[in-house]
């Protein structure tokens, strides 16, 4: 280990950076401690002098207090990439990254800069093919099937990144799920959502589909402006 104590050492300031009251400095310092320990195949009881976590942290997130079906899958496609859970809390309107060490960060991170980023593609594809004509029923059901497939693509995506770069080593796997599991509990009950069967626009779903192909879902890991760069056709 001795080759890594200087990208320790950063990987610990990054880290202490990611206490910051300062949330965007804290975001990114959490987003580069992670590219780090990724790229030096690190697990959090390295930089911990192989002391391995004690407990789980959480990071909270505003969102509405009702979440459409894509954002729901959005956030769980996140918490799988990250080695995080998620907990909404629909009467505050907020949402509850819940994970160790500098996972939760970047997937609070990654959600935030995903969720902004697809609305804005969304947007722009209703700019582009609804009319003053287009009744609002069919508006809405264009609307949340691009949400649908911009969101299948990029969970997709995520999933791949995390199998060519893993998150966590294994053998502390089952010592942050334990950590996390425990940290929920504490929360008291949850509940959970069955999601209903969606009826599906199949242009506007494709299209949601190709763009999502397009989306810098780096963003949220390196910090890097240029990945996440998306320019509409």
Request: glycine residues 8%.
């Amino acid at each position: 280990m001795e080759n890594n104590n200087p990208v320790i050492e950063k990987i610990r300031k990054l880290l202490a950076l990611a206490n910051s009251c300062n949330e965007h400095e804290a975001a990114l310092a959490a987003s580069h401690a992670q590219r780090l320990l990724s790229e030096h195949n690190l697990a959090m009881a390295d930089i911990e002098s192989e002391q391995k976590p004690q407990s789980a942290d959480k990071v909270e997130a505003t969102v509405s207090k009702t979440l459409p079906k894509w954002v729901r899958y959005l956030s769980a496609g996140v918490c799988t990439a990250f080695d995080c859970q998620a907990i909404h809390h629909p009467a505050l309107g907020k949402m509850t990254f819940i994970g160790v060490g500098a996972d939760v960060q970047v997937a609070a991170y990654t959600f935030a800069y995903l969720d902004k980023t697809v609305r804005k593609l969304c947007s722009s594809y209703i700019k582009q093919h609804v009319t003053d004509g287009t009744p609002n029923r069919q508006r809405e059901l264009m609307r949340q099937s691009y949400y649908l497939g911009a969101v299948s693509t990029i969970t997709g995506r995520l999933r791949e990144q995390k199998v060519q770069t893993p998150i966590t080593p294994g053998a502390l796997v089952p010592v942050k799920e334990g950590l996390i599991k425990k940290a929920m509990s504490d929360m008291g009950p949850i509940r959970t959502l069955r999601s209903r069967r969606s009826y599906i626009d199949g242009h506007a779903y494709e299209k949601g589909q190709q763009d999502g192909h397009r989306v810098g879902i780096n963003k949220g890991v390196t910090g890097s402006k240029s990945s996440g760069t998306f320019i509409p056709r």
